[in-house]
């Protein structure tokens, strides 16, 4: 099979396509050829030698996948050769196959291709997790996520606005804002002004879905109501921060933090179940779509890295490996 490889810790250069030994599944594994993996911030941060892969995952990158399931271990119910699926990876997504425990492989929603279907697996499973089965959002309130016009702004965005709640969201241009209120935020607000004084002024939130950590912290507990629930899924912001506990505890407030890469397999897989049951009627529907904003091909992996980094994309951005 084909890998892009990360020949050493540093920028979007030091990654290469190259020959790698084929994958075997395991008695409970999937093996799926790739059709497409989604880019995610930690895969910049892996890169990087930053953010190293759960023990015994893989070290190629990726966290997401779609593909074509090509065999399955002894002890796999649920799939079958040929059976069109995405997964949640804890590694090993940019590659031309992949190998996958088979409670987070999930169907292809209906009305998803094959290659767009794998933007949602990551997004999907951390904004359903975190906002709804962590955050408890409920449809009479009110959620904000940075980062509207990201891949899990866009989701959040969309699942929130379907299942009834408000919606406030922060992005850093006009075209991105205008990409958040069609998805259905009711309010789209610049993060370059205060946005603080914009949220309170809105009503404040209910749940704050944040990837910034330390940098937004006390904004963030700023702007929660009574009882508020703040999630933090990043440190885009850094990861060490002061609270005033004394903020916190006037309104029953709770700061949650979590990942979903390093949960155990049953963990995942739990979350894939309640995705499927939950999210993927809402994709089949229409109220909730992939948001892909780039498609390159494996071979440009570096290119893509370096898309990500500059943040002027919208969306989600895949690696296909047609061609």
């Not at 099979?1 to 990654?15: H, Q, S």
């Not at 309104?251 to 499927?276: D, F, M």
Request: glycine letters at 12%.
């Amino acid at each position: 099979m084909r890998a892009v490889i990360a020949t050493d810790k540093g920028g979007p250069e030091v990654l290469r396509l190259e020959e790698q030994p084929d994958v075997v599944p395991g008695p409970d594994e999937v093996l799926i050829d790739v059709a497409a993996a989604g880019l995610n911030r930690a895969d910049l941060l892996q890169r990087q030698g930053l953010y190293p892969p759960p023990p015994g995952a893989s070290e190629v990158i990726g966290m997401e996948c779609s593909g074509t399931v090509v065999s399955v271990g002894d002890r796999v119910t649920r799939w079958s050769p040929g059976d069109q699926v995405c997964a949640l990876l804890a590694g090993g997504g940019y590659a031309t196959q992949v190998v996958v425990p088979e409670g987070q492989v999930m169907p292809v929603p209906d009305g998803v291709s094959l290659v767009d279907a794998a933007a949602l697996p990551e997004v999907a499973c951390t904004v359903w997790s975190n906002v709804f089965m962590v955050g408890g959002l409920r449809p009479d309130e009110t959620l904000l996520v940075h980062g509207g016009a990201g891949g899990i702004g866009t989701m959040a965005i969309q699942l929130a606005h379907a299942l009834g709640a408000r919606v406030l969201t922060t992005a850093g241009t006009p075209e991105k804002r205008e990409l958040c209120t069609s998805l259905g935020a009711d309010v789209a607000i610049d993060y370059h002004e205060d946005w603080v004084a914009q949220v309170r002024e809105a009503g404040g939130a209910d749940v704050v879905l944040d990837n910034m950590g330390a940098k937004y912290l006390m904004d963030n507990v700023g702007v929660l109501k009574d009882e508020g629930r703040l999630v933090i899924i990043g440190m885009q912001g850094g990861t060490k921060a002061e609270i005033d506990l004394n903020a916190l505890l006037r309104k029953r407030g709770a700061v949650i933090a979590t990942n979903l890469r390093g949960r155990p397999v049953a963990g995942k897989s739990a979350i894939c179940a309640s995705v499927v049951e939950h999210v993927w009627p809402l994709v089949a529907s229409g109220d909730v779509r992939p948001v892909v904003g780039a498609v390159l091909p494996l071979a440009e992996a570096a290119e893509a890295h370096r898309l990500m980094e500059a943040g002027t994309h919208t969306g989600k951005i895949l690696l296909t490996t047609a061609g």
